[in-house]
């Protein structure tokens, strides 16, 4: 099993300094690498403080010239928010500037409020459609000399310009939940990144079973990678263990807020959450976030992780957002480099 870092720059106070988040994001990246972790993944979010990252190309370029090793992820693109031609372009443009390290991860986006800006009046439906064709058409402009005539794009004769340094492209990633989404995954010849969020382990093997039956259908297809994204803490004991699920409990009450797309939002921020808001949220709990999200002891996130990796795994992404202060991230990802990945070497 391989691991990786999958990271934002977050923002929950317009007290915070964003030059100093981007540095301290930076340092987790350089962490990551130093510690021999696999990849760094980045994903794109508009106007939202929760995840900055508008472009994760230009994270990722970045990210390449102060790391030697990781691959570089995007963790995902919004298939939706892009057009083929640029996606094609941009991605083989990064490709060339990180040597050949780029990963393409690629979803068709979760948020409606970044949906009514960025393309009004679409739905989740559409832009899975949308997905559904941009990638074959970038695979086919990196080979060069494509035409389009689609749904949602139609261009004449192009090439991607550049082309990518890597020989058929960068590795192409779906963020898959549903069976069409693996089974599209699998007959694009892509690999399949998941996440169960709060879900917990029942949806972990569920994921896992929709991946293994969208192989057994399209069998004439080499096995992709699969991909496990979980918010992870590695604590230094019991009390450390119960902080951190106090803080990513409040994580998600404002992910799900987000998600909801029924609060304020001014200048990035949505409205604080009070203690008793969160308190009072029918289904996000501290004891739910310890049993569902990997928090523990090395020990502990250890044994929780030999189950995926059993399951058939083959990388676990450490999901480090979580509104906590950088000096807590920082310790809980080095105690994962240093107490638990070696139990897996």
Known sequence: M???LFAHMERISSEEDQKQLYEEFIE??????????HAVWTGEHHGMNFTITPNPMLNLVDIARQTENVRLGTGTVIAPFWH???LAGEAAMTDIITDGRLDLGIAR?????????M???MDAWEAGQRMRELVPAVKALWKGDYEHKGEFHQFPKTTSSPKPLQEDGPPIWIAARDPSSHEFALEQGCNVQVTPL???????????????????K??????????LLLHTYVSDGEEDTQQAAVELNRFYCYFGAWFMNKSDVSHGLIDPLSDEDIAAHPFYTPEGMLRDLVIGTPEEVIKRIKVYEDLGYDEYSFWIDSSMPFERKKASL????????????
Do not use: T
């Open 109 to 117: 986006g979760a948020y409606s409020y970044e949906y009514e800006r």
């Open 218 to 227: 399209f069998s004439h297809q080499p096995r992709p990678k699969i991909m």
């Open 334 to 345: 080095e105690r994962f480099i240093n107490e638990v990945m070696p139990a897996f070497s």
């Open 84 to 86: 083929p031609i640029r």
């Open 119 to 121: 393309m009004p009046g």
């Open 198 to 216: 709060w879900n917990g382990e029942g949806e972990i093997k569920d994921l896992m079973d929709k991946f293994n039956a969208a192989c057994e």
């Open 2 to 4: 391989k691991f990786s």
């Open 28 to 37: 987790l990246c350089k962490i990551a690498d130093k510690g021999g972790m």
